[in-house]
């Protein structure tokens, strides 16, 4: 829509509040209805406009109408469309306002005499003037990463479109050097076992780092940065850092593995289990491998950023050398996870052959139970004709039947002790043939 055709109407909502009073004739009720319809229509214009569009239209329209434009957005809406807006604009129409990081985590670390010095974002002002080596956003929407990428000069993406990248477009250097890293970090496993991208950018001596959750790896660093002087000296050992707690917590998460599928080999191992129990067992397997997998992909994903650094030979001696360190433990834990493979699939056949011999004792219960009732059945059948009445001719019928159902009953337990019988004698024979 164009400024001129914007600004008609909101002239045209401005006739609400003269035409929505009580109508005293016919054409007040016309004309009541004609601005209703308008509002409406502004209404739905706002809904429709992205958070950016509505920042240009309220930085491009006369001050009046950007006004009336303003009051009409949405309050829920309206910190967001602020970020899109020039300083003088918001003054004119919000007032003394700041738009405020909402619903996000912004966090700036500034290096001050060896030491880190944290600083948390919560509007324009608090950015004046600082020098950071580190810029962590989580959670930040479209409008705060433009204006956050704005002041630093720097593009800030989205993080999970940035990781969807296929694996060679990750890790790239711009043109103004500007170094580009995607990867995934582990999940607490409490909260569910999953990858969590993010996005690092190297800009000017500075590390972006953003993600839309919170992780167990960057409660880890930020504690170890402003508790350990010294811990760092520029951005890239931020970064390497980084990835080394994430392969720590990697090294953790294998260790509670390896407890949990313990656990379960015990149990499938010790004793006989029910199916319902197998059930459950190959339910925790399958987590195990679902976890182990995951750890598997990101350390490996670890090894690709850390690799690229070192061929774009963008680290220092020192860094080097501890890169190299986290490659050496990255080999170390892939040794592990093809361990823990191979054990996740052992137990799980283990649990399915336990599953099968269930399986087999039903089937052979009920051949015994088959067998039992075959000559019963062939009697039943016998009796139920009309030679058996001929042959029980002069016996009271009482006393054939009788007769009839206690032979019948007798050859049964006579089969089912036969089986009995034969059977033992299979397991001696067996026991006698194992060394």
């Known amino acids: 829509m164009s400024l001129e055709k914007l600004a008609v109407m909101l002239q045209k909502v401005d006739l609400v509040p003269q035409a929505a ?35 240009v239209y309220l930085d491009t ?75 962590d956003l989580v959670n930040a929407s479209p409008s705060e990463r433009a204006f956050i990428g704005a002041h630093f000069g720097v593009e800030l993406a989205d993080p999970v479109e940035a990781t969807e990248l296929e694996v060679t477009a990750r890790f790239y250097v711009e043109e103004n050097d500007n170094i580009h890293l995607h990867s995934n ?12 991208p993010v996005a690092f950018i190297l800009h000017g001596g500075v590390l972006f780092s953003l993600r839309n959750e919170e992780l167990p ?36 998460s294998l260790e509670n593995i390896y407890a949990k599928l313990g656990q379960v080999g015990h149990h499938v191992l010790s004793e006989n289990i029910s199916d319902q129990e197998a059930g459950e067992i190959l339910a925790d397997i399958a987590e195990e491998e679902d976890q182990n997998g995951h750890i598997r992909s990101n350390i490996m994903d670890t090894q690709r950023a850390l690799n690229f650094l070192m061929r ?7 860094q080097v050398t501890e890169a190299n360190q986290i490659l050496r433990n990255i080999e170390s834990l892939n040794s592990h996870t093809a361990f823990l493979f191979d054990k996740i699939n052992f137990l799980m056949d283990a649990t399915i052959g336990f599953i099968n011999i269930n399986q087999n004792k039903r089937i052979n219960q009920l051949t015994v139970f088959s067998v039992v009732f075959m000559p019963i059945n062939i009697l039943a059948g016998m009796g139920g004709m009309s030679e058996f009445s001929m042959m029980t001719e002069g016996i009271p019928w009482p006393l054939s039947y009788t007769a009839f159902a206690i032979v019948s009953g007798l050859i049964g337990a006579g089969t089912y002790v036969l089986l009995k019988v034969l059977e033992r004698k299979r397991l001696k024979r067996m026991k006698a043939r194992a060394p």
């Open 217 to 252: 790896v960057f409660r880890l660093q930020q504690r170890r940065t402003l508790t350990q002087p010294g811990y760092i000296t520029d951005s890239i050992d931020l970064l390497l850092d980084l990835y080394g707690a994430d392969v720590e917590c990697s090294a953790d």
């Open 61 to 135: 329209l006369a001050e009046l109408d950007a006004q009336k434009l303003w009051v009409r957005i949405p309050p829920a809406r309206q910190n967001e469309v602020l970020w899109e807006v020039s300083e003088a604009r918001r003054q004119a129409i919000a007032g003394d306002r700041q738009p405020h990081f909402s619903g996000s985590k912004i966090n700036l670390y500034e290096l001050v005499e060896g030491k880190v010095r944290q600083v948390h974002i919560t509007d324009r002002k608090v950015l004046e003037g600082t020098k950071p080596v580190w810029v």
């Open 21 to 55: 009073t009580q109508p005293t004739n016919k054409s007040d009720l016309i004309a009541s209805l004609l601005a209703k319809q308008q509002q409406a229509e502004l209404t739905f214009f706002i809904e429709r406009q992205s958070t950016p569009e509505l920042g």
């Open 312 to 318: 774009g030979r963008l680290l220092k001696p020192d």
């Open 185 to 196: 970090f582990l999940h607490d496993k409490s909260q569910g076992s999953r990858s969590v």
